[in-house]
């Protein structure tokens, strides 16, 4: 068991993880929470996961916002505030070049993440799976809207029908924007590299992505800190931050 990566370990998988690439026709990323920790932005299930004492899954649900609204938009109202002091990073950069490359119709970005951030990088096509943080959407009817840097009142009420927003976001016991689902489900069945970066691999069905890519034959690379759920099942583990990670495969290629 090592407890250290050694140097010359991860040289040869970041060659091998290269020349897989290189072989690679179709590609998908899925990223998670850790694509962003190196632009400051918490992760969720990480030693900072808790926020004011509650986990995610306690605020993250219908039933919280129904419960608590009030607890629920100031979790939300903090995150949006905090959207407008970050900035993508090199990992983001890195998927930004590996879609350049590989083109749009060979190249799929799938994320986790409610940040924006591989949009503001400019990665042009992204599947967001968990919705937008700057999003709205009414509770009542079918208002939605884009709204960033915004300070919204403790409970928000909705400009046509003056009934509760909420975050277009995707909780917990809700289920994914489906055209975004199957879109996803779609480019990974026909993938012939899937690249897991940056989550812990547990929250479904998102992770689900990654056992279909393994069953269509697909090669799997996994770019982490450290190991996850899924790290047995995948054919290269490269363990480091993904801001350094990242670059160094693309420079490989
Ligand atoms: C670095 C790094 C660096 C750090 N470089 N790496 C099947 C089995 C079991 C359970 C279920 C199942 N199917 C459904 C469920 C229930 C549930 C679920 O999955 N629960 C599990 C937790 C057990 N799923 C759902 O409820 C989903 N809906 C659903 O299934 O609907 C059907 C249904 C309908 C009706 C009734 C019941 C079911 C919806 C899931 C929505 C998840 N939403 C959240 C919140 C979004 C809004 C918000 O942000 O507030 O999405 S939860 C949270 O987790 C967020 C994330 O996108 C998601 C994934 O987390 P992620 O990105 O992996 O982050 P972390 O923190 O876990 O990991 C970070 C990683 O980065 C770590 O590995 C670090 O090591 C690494 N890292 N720094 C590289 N520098
Ligand atoms: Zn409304």
Redesign the pocket.
């Known amino acids: 068991m090592h407890h250290f990566v050694d140097c010359g370990e991860q040289e040869a998988a970041i060659n091998q993880a290269a020349d897989i690439l290189r072989r690679a026709d179709r590609l998908v990323v899925l990223t ?4 962003s ?2 632009s400051g932005v918490p ?4 030693s900072n ?1 808790l926020w004011e004492g509650h986990h ?2 306690e605020v ?1 649900t219908p039933e919280a916002f129904q419960r608590d609204p009030k607890l629920v938009w100031r979790f ?1 109202n903090m995150r949006r505030a905090a959207l407008a002091g970050i900035q993508p990073n090199p ?1 983001h950069r890195a998927l930004v070049e590996l879609e350049r490359r590989w083109g749009p119709a060979r190249f799929t970005l799938v994320t ?3 940040d924006g951030l591989h949009q503001a990088a400019g990665s042009q096509r992204v599947l967001e799976l ?2 937008r ?1 700057s999003r709205v959407r009414c509770t009542a009817c079918r208002y939605i809207a884009d709204r960033p840097g915004e300070s919204l009142p403790e409970l928000p009420r909705c400009p046509e029908c003056d009934e509760l927003i909420r975050p277009d ?8 924007p489906q055209d975004i689902w199957l879109q996803a489900a779609e480019r990974t069945t026909s993938c012939s590299c899937f690249l897991v ?10 992770a689900g992505l990654i056992r279909m890519a393994r069953d269509v034959g697909a090669a799997l690379l996994e ?4 190991r ?1 759920a899924a790290s047995r099942s995948v054919d290269v583990g490269l363990y480091g ?3 350094w990670l990242l670059p160094e495969v693309v420079r490989h290629l």
């Open positions: 998670g929470a850790g694509v920790a190196e992760t969720f299930r990480g996961g995610i899954e993250a939300y990992a986790q993440n409610i968990h919705g943080l976001v995707v909780w917990f016991h809700e289920m994914l970066v940056g989550t812990s691999a547990v929250v479904y069905p998102a770019f982490n800190i450290e996850t931050p993904a801001g």
